[in-house]
Each structure stands twice: as structure tokens, then as C-alpha cells.
Nanobody, 128 residues
Framework: QLQLVESGGGLVQPGGSLRLSCAAS????????IGWFRQAPGKEREGVSC????????SDADSVKGRFTISRDNAKNTVYLRMNNLKPEDTAVYYC?????????????????????WGQGTQVTVSS
């Protein structure tokens, strides 16, 4: 059974940084993809970044390129989302999701339906 637990959210001023963590368990092979999504009040859930655990390839949404970095620590079964230069429009609940089994990242940001496991979410608020 897949289990994903996010942590690291909080309140930060514009221009500040946060690092989100997604602790993943329940996989019996290395072929899976972890994605970060976010959902602001009244808006659709949107893909932010994703990473293939098998080869480390990544994909980022245009809105976060150059500011957010996704990475993984296989020894800890944890995926991180480092968020720099945060803006008020980054305020949202951030979710990590898993597609298992899965490899490539070509479709990883298109739809939440591509994923078959979700965490409970962590709130990120960017405000002065």
C-alpha cells in the first residue's frame, strides 16, 4: 500500500524559501514517479514538479522554473521540493503524488489522474 507524507509547509515572506519533503513508502520496485501538485482556493490542482525515481529525470512547470528544484534521497525514500524566491501566488496546499509503477516524466504534470497515490497535503502561505 502506497503511503505519502508531506511536511515542511508554513508561512514565509515574499522572496523567502521553504523546503517541502515527501516521505514515500509501499513501493516494491524502483520504477515510480513522484510529483508535486498545488491547489489554491478556488483553483484547479496544478502540477508543479516531478521526478522519476528510476533515472532522476525531472520536469517543472513554467511558473516555477528557475525557482523550484525537485530532488530525491533514495536512502531515505524521500523527495524534496526546494522553493526559492517565493511569491504570493505560490500560496496553496501542496501535495505529493505517486505513479506506481511509472518511469518517464513526459506526462507527469498534465493531469492529477495520472497518479494513483496522494499525500494529505501541506499548506504554504507566502505573505508579508
Amino acid at each position: 500500500q502506497l503511503q505519502l507524507v508531506e511536511s515542511g509547509g508554513g508561512l514565509v515572506q515574499p522572496g523567502g524559501s521553504l523546503r517541502l519533503s515527501c516521505a514515500a513508502s509501499g513501493f516494491t520496485s524502483d520504477d515510480y514517479v513522484i510529483g508535486w501538485f498545488r491547489q489554491a482556493p478556488g483553483k484547479e490542482r496544478e502540477g508543479v514538479s516531478c521526478i522519476s525515481n528510476s533515472d532522476g529525470s525531472t520536469s517543472d512547470a513554467d511558473s516555477v522554473k528557475g525557482r523550484f528544484t525537485i530532488s530525491r534521497d533514495n536512502a531515505k525514500n524521500t523527495v524534496y521540493l526546494r522553493m526559492n524566491n517565493l511569491k504570493p501566488e505560490d500560496t496553496a496546499v501542496y501535495y505529493c503524488a505517486a505513479r506506481y509503477p511509472g518511469r518517464g516524466v513526459q506526462a507527469c504534470l498534465r493531469s492529477r489522474l495520472w497518479y494513483n497515490g496522494w499525500g494529505q497535503g501541506t499548506q504554504v502561505t507566502v505573505s508579508s
